[in-house]
């Protein structure tokens, strides 16, 4: 099946610092999603790209769909306390079936 | 974009014996799934949960296991059968609100098995 290596896998950085993180596949998406689950909680939507090169900012998120449409990354800038959190990836290959394939996760710890 | 509640949101329950777990929509949705996240670890699709229909479910994942319903368009149901500790996860339900929408997601069920 489809692979989406997410990296890194874990971050601690400073409070004020900017953050990266990407994914990249094997196969090609039709959509990128970035999703970020708090503990005992569900995984809530935070950014979807729907075209190749497409490059959206949500407050001080900003996520890119790859040229190859094997890729995306996330940043954020000037990180808070809240933004602490698991960060996953997804990708969708549009067609009937619409099921999504999750990257392992990004570990954010933001530290005061 | 709709709200999804998940029943129960945890459980403890013996080997051996099945659960069922309740997603209900505020509103009508074009597409219901269900995923398992076990410890640590990322989402992974069970199956699709089908109006009507059997649930099409995915490599490694079977009906006798995991018999899913959705009797209307705003509630699903997932039982996991026969429980072992390996079944220990979280399992959560997600929608798509209408076509080529992204999926949202239920808070989940944090299950335990001793």
């Known amino acids: 099946g489809q692979q989406l290596n997410q990296s890194p896998q874990s971050m601690f950085i400073q409070e004020g610092e900017d953050v990266s993180m990407n994914c990249t596949s094997s196969s090609i998406f039709n959509t990128w999603l970035w999703y970020k689950q708090d503990p005992g909680e569900g995984p809530v939507l935070l950014i979807a790209?729907?075209?190749?090169?497409e490059l959206t900012s949500n407050g001080r998120l900003t996520a890119q769909f790859g040229i190859t449409r094997k890729d995306s990354f996330l940043n954020i800038s000037a990180s808070i306390p809240s933004d602490v959190g698991i960060y996953f990836c997804a990708g969708l290959f549009s067609g009937s079936a619409r099921q999504l394939t999750f990257g392992s996760g990004t570990q954010l710890t933001v530290l005061p | 974009s709709a709200v999804i509640s998940q029943k129960p949101s945890r459980d403890i329950c013996q080997r051996g014996t099945s659960l069922t777990i309740q997603c209900q929509v505020d509103s009508q949705v074009t597409m219901m799934f269900w995923y398992r996240q076990q410890p640590g670890q990322s989402l992974t699709l069970i199956a699709t949960a089908n109006q009507g229909s059997e649930a099409t479910y995915e490599s490694g994942f079977v009906i006798d296991k995991f018999p899913i319903s959705r009797p209307n368009l705003t509630f699903s149901t997932l039982t996991v059968s026969n429980m072992s500790p390996e079944d220990s996860s979280i399992y959560l339900c997600?929608?798509?609100?209408?076509?080529?929408?992204?999926?949202?997601f239920g808070d989940g069920t944090r299950l335990s098995i001793l």
């Open positions: 790209l729907y075209k190749a090169g």
């Open positions: 997600s929608v798509e609100q209408s076509p080529n929408q992204p999926q949202h």
